[in-house]
């Protein structure tokens, strides 16, 4: 059986998290059942990351197997066909070695999370970004979020019903940044890297610096907080809003050379 991998975007609001569940709207159901109208059986995919409740993705991956071989150029196309009217895309697809897991190949998760500091409610990008309505400080942000840096015990920002084994997490990188914002404000976003992530980690970490950027924690206070390895320590969790996963790391980057062929030979 063929196998092919995708590079999803979805806008997160209808859904109830990646993961398929019983009696709620998740995008592997949605991605699965378009799968399903290729083929006489419904496969099942795998991805690279379980993104949560409207969480939100421009660089999710997906790998699955197929009944038949596909021109990857004509499946992405049948599947955003059938995908309508679910907001979510297929941005990129190529076949990939019956070895190559979305999951277990990625060397990196990376995440980006948008924030914007105005007065005035958020139109446009409502349910996109987190509106905070007071200035933050990005230096002292920036300076607050050095001390999660590299391999630590991350329990202190990892949600209670987390899932994985070991709360040891190493952090690659983490860059906070100001950006235009659409309307007027300041957007700010973060920027993170690592093989994987616990449960709510980026949100917990996004929302423990806010209060950074706020004044009401020093920066010292998050190396205090991280080195407490208690839930409790943690700021108020970043709502799920402006939350995106942007990318996954490959040693070989499964859609460089087979997507660029088939925008080419695409009629």
């Given at each position: 059986?063929?196998?092919?991998?995708?590079?999803?975007?979805y806008?997160?609001?209808?859904?109830?998290?990646?993961?398929?569940?019983?009696?709620?709207?998740?995008?592997?159901?949605?991605?699965?059942?378009?799968?399903?109208?290729?083929?006489?059986?419904?496969?099942?995919?795998?991805?690279?990351?379980?993104?949560?409740?409207?969480?939100?993705?421009?660089?999710?991956?997906a790998?699955?197997?197929?009944?038949?071989?596909?021109?990857?150029?004509?499946?992405?196309?049948?599947?955003?066909?059938?995908?309508?009217?679910?907001?979510?895309?297929?941005?990129a697809?190529?076949?990939?070695p019956?070895?190559?897991?979305?999951?277990?190949?990625?060397?990196?998760r990376?995440?980006t999370?948008?924030?914007?500091?105005?007065?005035?409610?958020?139109?446009?990008?409502?349910?996109?970004?987190?509106?905070?309505?007071g200035?933050?400080?990005?230096?002292?942000?920036?300076e607050?979020?050095?001390?999660?840096?590299?391999?630590?015990?991350?329990?202190?920002?990892?949600?209670?019903?987390?899932?994985?084994?070991?709360?040891?997490?190493?952090?690659?990188t983490?860059?906070?940044?100001?950006?235009?914002?659409?309307?007027?404000?300041?957007?700010?976003?973060?920027?993170?890297?690592?093989?994987?992530?616990?449960?709510?980690?980026?949100?917990?970490i996004?929302?423990?610096?806010?209060?950074?950027?706020a004044?009401?924690?020093?920066?010292?206070d998050?190396?205090?907080?991280?080195?407490?390895?208690?839930?409790?320590?943690?700021g108020?969790?970043a709502?799920?809003?402006?939350?995106?996963?942007?990318?996954?790391?490959y040693?070989?980057?499964?859609f460089?050379?087979?997507?660029?062929?088939t925008?080419?030979?695409?009629?």
């Amino acid at each position: 059986m063929p196998r092919y991998a995708f590079r999803i975007e979805y806008d997160g609001r209808p859904f109830a998290g990646w993961q398929r569940q019983a009696n709620v709207p998740s995008v592997q159901q949605t991605l699965e059942e378009a799968l399903a109208k290729l083929q006489s059986v419904e496969p099942r995919t795998t991805t690279a990351g379980r993104t949560d409740a409207g969480v939100h993705a421009t660089g999710q991956v997906a790998s699955v197997d197929l009944e038949k071989p596909w021109d990857p150029f004509r499946l992405a196309e049948a599947l955003n066909w059938h995908l309508k009217p679910a907001p979510v895309a297929i941005t990129a697809c190529t076949e990939v070695p019956e070895d190559f897991s979305a999951r277990f190949s990625a060397l990196s998760r990376s995440y980006t999370y948008r924030l914007v500091c105005r007065r005035a409610p958020v139109v446009h990008d409502a349910g996109f970004v987190w509106q905070v309505r007071g200035d933050l400080d990005v230096a002292a942000m920036a300076e607050g979020a050095r001390h999660l840096i590299g391999k630590h015990d991350f329990t202190t920002f990892r949600a209670v019903h987390c899932q994985a084994q070991s709360p040891v997490k190493t952090l690659d990188t983490i860059e906070v940044e100001e950006a235009p914002a659409l309307g007027g404000g300041r957007e700010i976003r973060f920027h993170l890297k690592a093989r994987s992530f616990l449960h709510n980690q980026v949100r917990s970490i996004v929302g423990t610096l806010e209060r950074v950027g706020a004044g009401s924690w020093e920066p010292d206070d998050v190396r205090t907080a991280l080195e407490a390895v208690d839930r409790a320590a943690c700021g108020p969790v970043a709502p799920p809003d402006g939350l995106y996963m942007t990318a996954v790391g490959y040693t070989d980057d499964p859609f460089q050379s087979g997507w660029r062929e088939t925008q080419v030979e695409a009629p």
